[in-house]
């Protein structure tokens, strides 16, 4: 699907999406837990919705009951069950280590560029434990084996999805374990919101330096309710808008205190020069004039592609360094944004790492592809409100892996677009 997409008056408010991050991590705890509960979670996307396949193929009962997910935790589970992760990084790496600690097999059928995504060092750490896994780059995945001890030890400056699976492999066992950080920690806000979100179901994960140990594990205690919060990562389009738009933007639905790592936007956003208000559940972003900045993204790497886009409208040069992992997203994130921004007259130079950006007055408009990714879509939305011309958008349909109200959710905030059937 294409999209022409056009801005003139920017502003307004809209209502955060759920956090697809959150709701991962408490679906597959409460799939596995002592009892059933009820996840509040106001929208559902590609992503979730592969998590939720995944779990009830394993044997759990998840329902979608109006805004809820009703979880009825597995009984029995299923032998070498066939489990479809779609494009989602976060169910594959999450759940690869779950079946190794219940050692029932599993076969993870994927799509898009997943099947090309690394699982190093993830899979030398259960192949030396026994687990065996399919060569890299097969389609489908198939594991087999069962985890016999529960102490790993993980290079810390890898996908921090990898640090959550073995935590929660150690988890759903019901026995000790532990996971130790080899080197200087990448995306730490994401590992501490597994740790927060094991808490809710009774399981303390103690830090002893470089260790993070699970001392007692008497099983995931589910309680009746749970609600997952408003997405920073998603709010985090909005915002920028707010930044390079017209006129004010507000997000409600936020948890100003919530330790999701891409709330450090509000903290980008200000060292930009943007004014920043936040208030109890609501953040507004107002423009100002912006100077260049430099960034390491190395614990905020999803931001990457936004942050790119207002730095292509502000005075001087930004670097933006710390983002190599980029390359191995939906796609190789740092060449889509170059590509992206350029090629709607920017000025972006490429590095091994990162990114740097002289900014422009205004950008130009034109025809860009999304790259079959939902961030570097989005992106490029919020980059026509500083374009003296409309956008033509390869792949619009891209946004539903994260963020699919994303389209209407820009109307209401002056950024309009239109299917088209033209090729960019």
């Known amino acids: 699907?294409?999209?022409?997409?056009?801005?003139?008056?920017?502003?307004g408010s809209v209502r955060s999406i759920a956090s697809k991050s959150e709701a991962h991590r408490l679906l597959i705890l409460a799939a596995f837990a002592d009892r059933p509960c009820r996840i509040t979670c106001e929208e559902v996307n590609d992503d979730i919705l592969a998590t939720v396949?995944?779990?009830n193929t394993m044997g759990a009962s998840i329902q979608r009951d109006?805004?809820?997910?009703?979880?009825?935790?597995?009984?029995?589970?299923?032998?070498?069950?066939?489990?479809?992760?779609?494009?989602?990084?976060?169910?594959?790496?999450?759940?690869v280590p779950v079946v190794c600690a219940l050692g029932k097999g599993a076969v993870f059928e994927m799509a898009g560029r997943l099947p090309e995504r690394p699982l190093s060092p993830l899979r030398e750490v259960l192949e030396a434990e026994g687990i065996r896994l399919s060569e890299t780059g097969q389609n489908p995945l198939r594991v087999s084996g069962q985890l016999q001890h529960?102490?790993?030890?993980?290079?810390?400056?890898?996908?921090?999805?990898?640090?959550s699976g073995l935590l929660f492999a150690i988890a759903v066992s019901?026995?000790?374990?532990?996971?130790?950080?080899l080197g200087k920690q990448e995306s730490a806000p994401y590992v501490d919101m597994t740790i927060d979100a094991m808490a809710q179901f009774g399981l303390s994960v103690m830090r002893n330096g470089d260790r993070l140990e699970i001392r007692e594990n008497q099983g995931l205690h589910a309680p009746q309710t749970?609600?997952?919060?408003?997405?920073?990562?998603?709010?985090?389009f909005p915002l920028c808008l707010g930044a390079i738009g017209s006129s004010s933007v507000s997000v409600h639905g936020l948890d100003i205190h919530s330790r999701q790592g891409d709330r450090a936007v509000l903290d980008v956003l200000r060292r930009f020069g943007a004014l920043v208000l936040e208030e109890e559940n609501i953040v507004t972003v107002s423009p100002a004039s912006l100077r260049g900045i430099d960034i390491d993204a190395s614990q905020i790497p999803d931001l990457v592609p936004i942050l790119a886009v207002v730095a292509s409208t502000a005075k001087g040069t930004t670097v933006i360094s710390g983002a190599a992992r980029l390359r191995i997203k939906e796609s190789d994130r740092l060449a889509a944004i170059r590509q992206t921004l350029n090629a709607l007259g920017g000025e972006v130079i490429e590095t091994s790492d990162g990114l740097i950006i002289h900014g422009k007055e205004k950008?130009?408009?034109?025809?860009?592809?999304?790259?079959?990714?939902h961030r570097i879509a989005m992106s490029a939305a919020i980059a026509s409100a500083a374009c003296k011309a409309p956008v033509t958008l390869e792949g619009a349909e891209a946004v539903t892996k994260s963020y699919p109200a994303f389209w209407q959710d820009m109307r209401f905030l002056g950024i309009v677009s239109e299917e088209i059937g033209k090729e960019v």
């Not at 019901?174 to 950080?181: E, I, P, Q, R, Y």
């Not at 950008?363 to 990714?373: A, E, I, M």
């Open 174 to 181: 019901g026995k000790t374990g532990s996971v130790t950080l």
């Open 363 to 373: 950008l130009l408009g034109g025809s860009v592809s999304s790259f079959g990714d």
């Open 226 to 236: 749970l609600r997952v919060g408003g997405d920073w990562s998603g709010a985090a």
């Open 1 to 11: 699907m294409n999209r022409l997409i056009s801005a003139t008056a920017t502003g």
């Open 66 to 95: 109006g805004v809820d997910f009703c979880v009825t935790p597995a009984q029995a589970l299923t032998e070498h069950p066939l489990l479809n992760a779609k494009e989602s990084g976060s169910t594959l790496r999450f759940l």
């Open 150 to 163: 529960r102490d790993f030890a993980i290079p810390a400056n890898v996908s921090s999805q990898f640090i």
């Open 53 to 55: 396949s995944c779990l």
